[in-house]
């Protein structure tokens, strides 16, 4: 099975802080993709990366950045987060094929 | 501008009875549709696809039907059963093996 594992499932950060999340995936995937879901927004792409030190901009990049150094290794970092950032962040991974794996998510409330 | 939608947010289905979930997209060049899963604090994990060269793909009580002149696909569920209670996104490739997501429906199944 499948597992893409990540650092928090609950994260409460002040205004202005430097904040991590973390994603591991344990199957050799090369891509590796950070979401954000929404009500009524669905899941919206934020940055993907299909190789280690590879990345690309989603649909949303405005105030985050990524880093995979190692290939079962992707961060999203928000640089100074703001209380428009609170939301729950998905990480998933994929073999190169369509479907796409999920970690557990991340509840980010930022204050 | 979505290019997948989900114009129902939610849906509530007594238990035994069909449970259909719609999704209209806008990009006739899409190959290829998948349904995702979600249950509260736990991440989408993928239930059905159907390739566009098709109209109807069945695994056992969910079958997802295509109808590409009117851009249209929904997700029926018979019997629906209380542990179908979660929230259901529609998704399509958008090339680079990235997805694009509609906004969920969230199906309420009353025992």
């Known amino acids: 099975d499948v597992k893409v594992t990540q650092s928090s499932r609950y994260l409460v950060k002040r205004t202005g802080e430097k904040v991590f999340l973390e994603c591991v995936q344990d199957m050799d995937h090369e891509n590796m993709f950070w979401y954000r879901q929404d009500p009524g927004l669905g899941l919206r792409l934020i940055y993907f990366?299909?190789?280690?030190?590879?990345?690309e901009k989603g649909d949303i990049p405005e105030g985050y950045s990524v880093s995979r150094e190692k290939k079962e290794r992707f961060s999203l970092i928000l640089e100074s987060a703001s209380t428009n950032q609170t939301s729950m962040y998905l990480c998933?991974?994929?073999?190169?094929?369509?479907?796409?794996?999920f970690g557990p998510g991340t509840r980010l409330t930022v204050l | 501008d979505q290019q997948v939608k989900q114009n129902s947010p939610s849906l509530s289905v007594q238990e035994g009875r069909i449970s259909i979930l719609n999704c209209d997209y806008t990009?006739?060049?899409?190959?290829?549709f998948l349904w995702y899963k979600k249950y509260p604090a736990e991440g989408p994990t993928f239930l059905i696809s159907i390739s566009s060269i098709k109209d109807k793909n069945e695994d056992g009580r969910f079958t997802v039907f295509l109808n590409k002149s009117a851009k249209h696909l929904s997700l029926h569920i018979v019997p629906s059963q209380p542990g179908d209670s979660a929230v259901y996104f529609c998704?399509?490739?958008?090339?680079?093996?990235?997805?694009?997501f509609g906004g969920g429906t969230r199906l309420m199944v009353k025992p």
């Open positions: 990009n006739s060049m899409f190959d290829y």
């Open positions: 990366s299909y190789d280690v030190k590879m990345k």
């Open positions: 998704a399509a490739p958008k090339g680079g093996n990235m997805l694009t």
């Open positions: 998933a991974s994929s073999p190169g094929t369509v479907a796409q794996y």
